[in-house]
């Protein structure tokens, strides 16, 4: 059996920028991230045995050192949580900010504007939270639902695949061909790169494995976008999920990981995939 990994995959600059600011601030003194600082349960857990907590509201946090996520936060946000007399420090990407100034840009010229994105999602509250009024939308049935306005200004959540915002967008102006449409592509290129690399690795595999948390929005659309070149894809947390059967009468096996998993988690997994082959060879092509 053969083993490949996708060109592109696993932790990006701004998710490793991020822990790395969170680590060495907790070196020096006690902090307190607001939310997953990462969508990825083995990240958290390794940070949380640093000593770094982790709260959803300021109202719970007892330090002085309070660290606004990766997925970034609305200046509203942040605001009131440096009123509660906290150290704010941000991790937030470098691309989410650019997404935020886009967003904001638009506005500012007139447009109403349109998130293609997870409504709930701490990324996408975070673009919205400074907003009077906006759009969430992810489907075709959220653009039927809009109504008329002179100027829409789209942005994206920047994990969110580039074909399903383009496709979007494309619906949105024929739902509204007199209306003017300006669209900011703000999906990140880790993105891009990770969702190109799978669909190479995808058709040229029997088997596909997507590491990465049970909450990622971009490992969940990894997984997606793999199920449309492979019949047998399977999302895994930790070398714990893998299942020797997965890998009957597989030749190739591919392996992608989403923009919050960690090198030492894909290298763990890869040796669980062979392990289970050689645990029960009869599931497996040699």
Known sequence: MKILRAEHLGM????????????????HEPLTVLGDLVHN????????????????????????????????????????????????MEATCPLVHVAHRSLHKL??????????????????RGMTGDLAEYEVVLAAEDIAQLRERPRFGVIAQTTQPIETVR???????????????RFVDTVCQPTKQRQGAAIELAQKCSVVIVIGGAHSNNTRQLARTCGRFCARVHHVQTAADIQP????????????AGTSTPDYLINEIEEAIQLACKVQP?????
């Open 41 to 88: 349960e083995a990240v958290l857990a390794d940070m949380r045995r640093r000593g770094i907590r982790f709260e959803l509201q300021p109202a719970a946090v007892t330090t002085r050192n309070v660290m606004i996520t990766a997925h970034g936060a609305s200046d509203r946000a942040i605001a009131e949580t440096r009123r509660h007399g906290f150290n704010v």
């Open 282 to 286: 009869e599931h497996c092509l040699t």
């Open 245 to 256: 059967e997965w890998f009957r009468e597989a030749d190739t096996v591919g392996i992608t």
């Open 167 to 181: 496709h979007l967008v494309q619906l949105l102006r024929e739902r509204f061909p007199a209306a003017e449409v």
């Open 107 to 124: 506005v500012a010229a007139g447009c109403h504007p349109v998130i293609i994105g997870q409504r709930d999602h701490v990324e996408v």
């Open 12 to 27: 990006c600059f701004g998710v490793r920028d991020a822990i790395a600011l969170a680590v060495e601030s907790a070196r």
